[in-house]
C-alpha cells in the first residue's frame, strides 16, 4: 500500500479530515498507522499490583506479633517498565509528651514509581506535537486509607528533544481527611494543552506513602495512563 494510502486510512478511521492537524508527505504513515498513537495508554505495565479500580482494593492483613515478619520498604508488585525508589522519613516524635515512654512508633516512607515516555516512538510525529499540539491526557488511581494525611503524590512533567528540558509540568499533593474512611480508590486526572512546541516526551512519577510498624501497610496505585487525543481542548 502506498504511503499516501495509509494516511488516507489513518485520516479516515480517527476522524482527522477536515481537522487543522499537519499531515505531511515525509512522514511514515504506514508506522503511524500500525502504532495507533491516539486513545491508546502510552504507559507499560498500568497496574503493577494486578488491580483494578473498578473493583474495591484489597483490606489490609491483620497485625500479626511485633517482630513475626522482617521489615519492608516497598510493596509487592510486578514493576516492569517502572524505574523505582524509596526514601525512609525520619520518626516523627512532636507529639510525644517529654518523658513519656513509647515502645514503638510508626516509620513511614516514600515508594516511588517512574516512567518516560517516547512520544515519537509511540508514533506521534513532529508537526503534530509543534504545531497541532494535541491534548495529553494522564490519569491515575490511589488507594484512600488513613496511614496519614499525605499518602499520595503525582509528578507528570512534558519534556522537550533532550529529554531533559522541562516544558510544562503539573504537580498533586491531596491531603486526606483521615476523619473519614471509605476505603476505596480515588481519581486524580489532568488534561496539558496548548504546552507549546518542543514537547517529544512525558516523563511520570507518583509516590505513594507506606508505613512500617507492626506489620507493613502500602498505598496501592492503578490504571495509571497516559493519552494522546486526536483533538485539542480549543478544537471545535
Known amino acids: 500500500m502506498a504511503a499516501s494510502e495509509w494516511k488516507k486510512k489513518l485520516q479516515l478511521e480517527w476522524s482527522l479530515e477536515g481537522k487543522s492537524m499537519p499531515m505531511p508527505d515525509t512522514v ?9 498513537p491516539f486513545g491508546r495508554n502510552l504507559l507499560k505495565n498500568p497496574a503493577p499490583h494486578g488491580l483494578s479500580h473498578c473493583t474495591p482494593p484489597p483490606e489490609p ?3 500479626g506479633m511485633f517482630g513475626a515478619e522482617p521489615p519492608r520498604l516497598e510493596p509487592e508488585g510486578d514493576f516492569t517498565h517502572w524505574k523505582t525508589s524509596k526514601e525512609v522519613l525520619p520518626y516523627d516524635t512532636s507529639g510525644i509528651p517529654p518523658g513519656a515512654v513509647v ?31 494535541p491534548d495529553i ?3 491515575d488511581w490511589y488507594e484512600e486509607n488513613q496511614l496519614h494525611q499525605r499518602i499520595y503524590e503525582l509528578q507528570v512533567r512534558l519534556l522537550g528533544p533532550d529529554g531533559q ?58 490504571d495509571s495512563s497516559i493519552t494522546v487525543q486526536a483533538a485539542t481542548s480549543t478544537s471545535p
Open 28 to 36: 511514515d504513515w504506514k508506522k503511524v498507522y500500525e502504532k495507533k
Open 61 to 63: 492483613e491483620p497485625a
Open 103 to 133: 515502645c514503638q512508633l510508626p516509620q513511614f516512607s516514600w515508594f516511588s514509581l517512574e516512567q518516560t515516555v517516547d512520544l515519537k516512538a509511540e508514533g506521534l510525529w513532529d508537526e503534530l506535537l509543534d504545531q497541532f499540539q
Open 137 to 139: 491526557n494522564i490519569q
Open 165 to 222: 528540558t522541562v516544558i510544562q509540568e503539573h504537580r498533586l499533593t491531596p491531603e486526606e481527611d483521615t476523619s473519614s474512611f471509605a476505603h476505596t480508590w480515588k481519581q486524580v486526572s489532568h488534561v496539558f494543552s496548548s504546552y507549546g512546541p518542543g514537547v517529544r516526551y512525558v516523563q511520570y512519577l507518583h509516590r505513594m506513602k507506606n508505613m512500617n510498624m507492626v506489620n507493613f501497610r502500602a498505598t496501592l496505585v492503578t
